[in-house]
């Protein structure tokens, strides 16, 4: 078992910044991916961005790129997620995933954790 606790969350102006953290516990050596999705109201939950463990590739959704940058502290077992340049349109539920394995090239996020609330005013 892998328990998140993401953090960072809140309400900011167009154009400005936040830094959301997600902290993982237990199994965490297992992991080969961690993952940023989000949940607007109404609307299905999205990818937003994911970084590999091992080496630390990152992916991106085409509407973040440039914007966000997604990182990590292995030896913390912490994933960060800085978005900047927000955007009201980037208001949503924002969840950490963890993703202990691969299936072809998709990797299957099995944990999750509670969200943190990001408003962007316009």
């Known amino acids: 078992q892998v328990q998140l606790v993401e953090s960072g969350g809140g309400l900011v102006q167009a154009g400005g910044s936040l830094r959301l953290s997600c902290a993982a516990s237990g199994r965490t050596f297992s992991t080969y991916a961690m993952g940023w999705f989000r949940q607007a109201p109404g609307k299905a939950r999205e990818y937003v961005a994911r970084i590999n463990w091992s080496d630390g590739s990152t992916y991106y959704q085409d509407s973040v790129k440039g914007r966000f940058t997604i990182s990590r502290d292995a030896a913390k077992n912490t994933v960060f997620l800085q978005m900047n340049s927000l955007k009201p349109e980037d208001t949503a539920v924002y969840y950490c995933?963890?993703?202990?394995?691969?299936?072809?090239?998709?990797?299957?996020?099995?944990?999750w954790g509670q969200g943190t609330q990001v408003t962007v005013s316009s």
């Open positions: 995933a963890a993703a202990p394995r691969v299936v072809g090239a998709t990797p299957r996020y099995e944990y």
